[in-house]
C-alpha cells in the first residue's frame, strides 16, 4: 500500500492553517538563498508558496554566487536580531568559498528552522520535547503516525548516516517517544552484507542518495519501506528505491515523488510556527 505524503501534508497544512488564524499569529520565515542553484531556486519556490498557503509570512533574500562567508554571515546576523522573524532557512548547498557549518552554527538556535544548530542537535539527541526536529526525519514520523505503523520493538534499519536524515532518525526512533522504542540499526553503503541485513528490517528506511539502490533482495516480506531519496536521472525524479520491484513485496511504501517530499515542507512550516508561538 503506497503511503500518500501528500494527502497527509495537506490535512497537516489544514490543520495548522486553522491554528495560525485562531491564535491570530504572524509566523515569519527568512529564506536565504545564495547563487543560481535551479533545484535550489526551485525548492525556496515551493516552501514560499507553501508558507503563503497556511498564513506564514515569507521573506527570500537573494545574494549572488560571488557572496563571501563574511557578507552572508553579516545577513545572518541581520536576521538573529530582527524581531519580526521567527525563522531561518539558508539553502543548501553553498558555494564553495563558504563553509557551511560556521554559517549554520551562526544562526540563533532560537530561530533555526531547519534544526540544524549543534544545539538544536544536542536537545534532540538527549530527548527534549520542546527542541525544534529536522524536518525530513519528523515528517517520517508524522507519516508513520498517520498510518498507525508501530515501531515500538520493532527492528528499523534506517539506510544512510547523513547528519540530516539518518543519524536524527535513528536517534528519533530508539527514543522513548510516540514512533520510538524501535531497535535501531544505522546502516550505509559500506556496511557488509548489506541486502541481508536490511531484509531483517520490520522497517527499512532509505536515506543514501543513490538512484534506485534498494531492490527486492533488501526487503523482507511485508516489510514497510520509506524511501527518502529524491535522484534526478534526466528529466524524471527517483528514489533509493526500485519502487518496481519493491513495492509488491511491502505492507507500506512510500512513492518519489509524493511520500516524504511533501512533508518536509510541511514540518518546515510547523517549525516555523512553533519559533513564532516560542518567541511570543
Known amino acids: 500500500m503506497d503511503i500518500d505524503g501528500k494527502r497527509v501534508a495537506k490535512e497537516f497544512q489544514e490543520r495548522l492553517k486553522q491554528k495560525i488564524a485562531k ?3 504572524t509566523p515569519t520565515l527568512a529564506f536565504v538563498l545564495v547563487g543560481e542553484d535551479p533545484p535550489s531556486q526551485s525548492y525556496v519556490k515551493m516552501k514560499g508558496k507553501a508558507c503563503a498557503e497556511v498564513g506564514i509570512h515569507s521573506i527570500k533574500i537573494e545574494l549572488p554566487e560571488s557572496t563571501s562567508e563574511l557578507e552572508l554571515l553579516n545577513v545572518i546576523k541581520k536576521l538573529n536580531s530582527d524581531s519580526t522573524v521567527h525563522g531561518i532557512l539558508v539553502q543548501m548547498p553553498l558555494p564553495k568559498q563558504i563553509n557551511e557549518q560556521k554559517i549554520l552554527l551562526a544562526i540563533d ?7 540544524f544548530h549543534p544545539i538544536n542537535v544536542g536537545k534532540m539527541i538527549t530527548g527534549d520535547p520542546n527542541v525544534i526536529i529536522p524536518c525530513t526525519p519528523l515528517g517520517v514520523l508524522k507519516l508513520l503516525e498517520a498510518y498507525n505503523i508501530e515501531t515500538c520493538s520493532k527492528h528499523v534499519v534506517v539506510l544512510g548516516r547523513s547528519n540530516i536524515v539518518g543519524r536524527p532518525l535513528a536517534n528519533l526512533l530508539s527514543q522513548k517517544r510516540a514512533q520510538g522504542n524501535a531497535t535501531v540499526t544505522l546502516a550505509h553503503s559500506l556496511t557488509k552484507d548489506l541486502p ?7 522497517i527499512l528506511i532509505a536515506a ?13 516480506p511485508g516489510a514497510v ?9 534526466d528529466s524524471k525524479i527517483v528514489g533509493d528505491v526500485n519502487y518496481g520491484e519493491v513495492a509488491p513485496l511491502t505492507s507500506y511504501i512510500t ?3 509524493g511520500g516524504v517530499g511533501p ?6 512550516l510547523e517549525n516555523t510556527y512553533l519559533l513564532a508561538k516560542s518567541g511570543l
Not at 196 to 202: E, G, I, S
Not at 209 to 220: D, M, S, Y
Open 196 to 202: 541481508a541485513l536490511c531484509k531483517q528490517a520490520d
Open 255 to 257: 512513492p518519489v515523488p
Open 109 to 115: 538556535p532560537g530561530k533555526d528552522a531547519d534544526g
Open 225 to 233: 519501506v520509506i524511501d527518502v531519496g529524491i535522484n534526478r536521472i
Open 263 to 268: 512533508m518536509t515542507i510541511a514540518m518546515l
Open 208 to 220: 543514501l542518495g543513490k538512484a534506485n539502490f534498494v531492490t527486492k533482495e533488501f526487503i523482507k
Open 23 to 25: 491564535e491570530g499569529l
